[in-house]
């Protein structure tokens, strides 16, 4: 039986800079992916920025930053927007780390499209880059470290016996064989969930698959009610659907677009009159949400964004502003053409916009070396919770999986160096097998992409961007009647093994389904409205509530817990 | 509208042609149908979709016989939809893009 050291899960940024550090200790380690190396993930997503404070942009990374900005000040603004629920030993580390992360990069050739000023940052800190360079970049050290790879491999279990991890199961894709791996340590790096939502902005593999294998292996998540909405994201048509390009030309690049109702009022004025329309991304989601909500929204459901007070210049000169080559003159950004939107906006007309899930600020507790509870299980980027508290700033996530990655890639070396192989104990992964298999050895049964969208259906109606106690006690008895019922009849219509999208299908629903109840258990208990975790029966934050909560999975049932923040000043 | 899906080819398997009707719901992209005809019609149909933005390009595919990145090109009436390049096929249109292909772990080489 072959075994490895490390084993990585995920190919994103934060996976791949677990791998290469592992990779340099000497160990043997493997990178799964249900995706496809250098490509898949949200890091894929980002034309964007990684926050580094301006003093350090400045002196150490040689950019223009601003030398009035230091380390405290970006602590201060993460823990602000955070509400403080941070766990504060993460963000300083995030802080203190990030400029010596992203420093060789640069010197590998990563390109910085300027210095942008997002808000809830009091100084310009988002460098600006392209997340697939990145992911080139990181993918060619990673290959250079002398990490091995696995496309198109999904890892559907984290095995374990009675001392701790002992290695992984999963699917073989590309062959459509079940295979189990053993390894001393295991990092997941798996991102986020914002594919449980209807409207979202992340790549389609985002389902919380890292949550449910950390939760049945025993490790435990924290703030799992904290799901950033990312403002402002087109409404139609269909090929549009989701994306954030209102967001870029507007309050993410400092423009002063406009948020309008139905009647033409910049409603922003009832929500955060001082800040408006550059506002943190949870309020503008909230007040666009409220406004649709109380029947002052547009035809699709969302809300007006214009730019028709301003004169055309000023849109013309922004791809120059805020820095080719992401957003280009010609109005290409990311992979679309918008020059056609561009055009409209510059007769006068408004765009419909609507805030989509875009970023989970909770996952898997981890300290400060990123440990679970469960020895040699480790996680590092987007699944780790607790660094972003609240609500996370732009720029952060970046910040957080190349600074988590690097940790955690050192922290499974350290580990894997002391500890002894373990051995799959083969009743767990006969169990794990069966429970893989059985959508596709079911002769009839529930088509398991109904269920995908259900699903969504339920945490779109019941834990989308405004909630309430009785909505999420709702959200809750269907997310549970799903998974003692639906879930456990899925089959694959298609008994072809090999890429077989009925099957993956069937393993995501399973990943979503208990997210879905992890949040909706996290959130329905916080009878408070704090960061992103917004309720229209408790409106204000209060004191008594200034703690984190935790989910755990106990015989097959979760819980929550409330624990006090670890080492910041209550607010 | 009807879009035509050149399939097969996993392990010498017959490469065919299949005609499939779809709803017109405006301006889609390629992905959004080959999903809906996943979902609809044939359940064994391997296709990749990820950012949905453009950007990982595990999606792309030749459409009409141009290489389009599926998930921002607009579907049209009578596109005819097959892999990029058959080399690199793994299942239908769903081919092996990876960037470390050189440094591939394999589960049954080893164990």
């Known amino acids: ?571 | 509208m009807r879009i035509t899906l050149v399939r097969g080819g996993a392990d010498g398997a017959e490469v065919r042609q299949d005609e499939y009707e779809i709803p017109d719901e405006g301006l889609a992209s390629i992905s959004s149908a080959l999903q809906y005809v996943a979902r609809n019609y044939d359940g064994s149909i391997g296709y990749y979709l990820s950012c949905r933005r453009g950007m990982c390009a595990c999606c792309v595919v030749r459409a009409n016989g141009k290489i389009e990145t599926a998930c921002v090109t607009p579907v049209t009436d009578g596109m005819v939809i097959e892999p990029v390049k058959a080399t690199l096929r793994v299942k239908d249109t769903v081919v092996d893009l990876s960037m470390a292909r050189e440094n591939q772990f394999s589960f049954t080489a080893e164990g």
């Open chain 1, 1 to 571: 039986m072959t075994n490895v050291d490390v084993i990585v899960v995920g190919s994103g940024a934060a996976g791949l800079v677990a791998a290469e550090e592992a990779a340099k200790h000497g160990l043997n380690v493997v990178l799964l992916t249900k995706g496809q190396v250098g490509r898949s993930g949200a890091t894929a997503t980002i034309t964007g920025d990684i926050s580094v404070d301006g003093k350090t942009i400045r002196n150490y990374l040689g950019l223009r930053g601003n030398e009035g900005d230091s380390d405290r000040d970006f602590y201060d603004d993460t823990m602000t927007g955070g509400a403080y629920l941070n766990q504060s030993a993460l963000v300083q580390s995030m802080i203190s780390h990030v400029g010596e992360e992203l420093k060789p990069l640069l010197e590998a050739g990563l390109k910085v499209a300027g210095i942008g000023h997002a808000p809830g940052h009091r100084f310009p800190r988002g460098v600006l880059i392209s997340g697939m360079q990145l992911l080139q970049i990181l993918t060619r050290r990673a290959v250079a470290a002398g990490a091995r790879f696995r496309d198109e491999f999904y890892v559907t279990d984290v095995l374990r016996n009675a001392d701790g991890v002992t290695g992984i199961a999963g699917i073989d894709l590309r062959t459509g064989e079940a295979h189990s791996l053993a390894a001393k340590t295991v990092i997941l790096a798996t991102g986020g969930s914002a594919m449980i939502h209807p409207f979202r902005t992340a790549p389609e593999e985002l389902v919380g698959d890292g949550y449910r294998m950390a939760l049945r292996a025993g490790a435990e998540l924290i703030d799992m009610e904290m799901v950033q909405f990312l403002p402002c994201c087109l409404v139609n048509p269909p090929l549009w659907r989701g994306i954030q390009f209102p967001w870029i030309i507007g309050p993410q690049s400092s423009t002063r677009a406009w948020l309008l109702n139905r009647y033409g009022e910049r409603f922003m004025a009832r929500y955060d009159p001082e800040r408006m329309e550059m506002s943190t991304r949870d309020k503008i989601s909230i007040a666009c949400v409220r406004e649709v909500q109380e029947g002052r929204g547009g035809p699709g459901g969302g809300v007006f964004m214009s730019w028709a007070h301003l004169p055309h210049d000023i849109l013309e000169f922004l791809p120059k502003w805020y820095g080719k080559p992401l957003l280009r003159e010609t109005w290409h950004w990311e992979g679309f053409d918008f020059r056609p939107l561009i055009e409209r906006i510059k007769q006068g007309y408004a765009v419909e916009v609507a805030p989509a899930s875009h970023f989970n600020m909770g996952g898997v507790r981890i300290d400060a070396e990123c440990g679970t509870a469960v020895p040699g299980l480790l996680a590092c980027g987007e699944i780790a919770g607790g660094v972003h508290g609240a609500n996370r700033l732009s720029g952060n996530a970046c910040s957080q999986f190349l600074v988590q990655g690097r940790i955690a890639g050192r922290s499974a070396a350290q580990f894997a160096s002391s500890a002894p192989m373990p051995e799959i104990d083969a009743a767990d992964w006969k169990e794990k097998l069966a429970e893989v298999e059985a959508p596709l050895l079911a002769s009839d049964g529930v088509q398991p992409h109904t269920l995908a969208s259900q699903i969504q259906d339920i945490a779109n109606r019941t834990l989308n961007v405004v909630r309430n106690g009785s909505n999420m006690a709702q959200g809750l008895r269907e997310i549970r009647a799903l998974r003692a019922g639906e879930v456990t009849r899925m089959f694959s219509a298609s008994k072809d093994r090999r890429y077989n999208r009925n099957w993956i299908d069937a393993q995501e629903v399973q990943s979503a389904a208990l997210t879905v109840e992890a949040i909706a258990m996290s959130a329905v208990i916080r009878e408070e409205s704090r960061g992103a975790h917004y309720r229209d029966d408790f409106r204000e934050q209060k004191p008594e509530f200034h703690h984190n909560t935790v989910v755990s999975l106990k015989d097959g049932t979760l819980q929550t817990r409330r624990v006090a923040v670890a080492g910041n000043e209550t607010k």
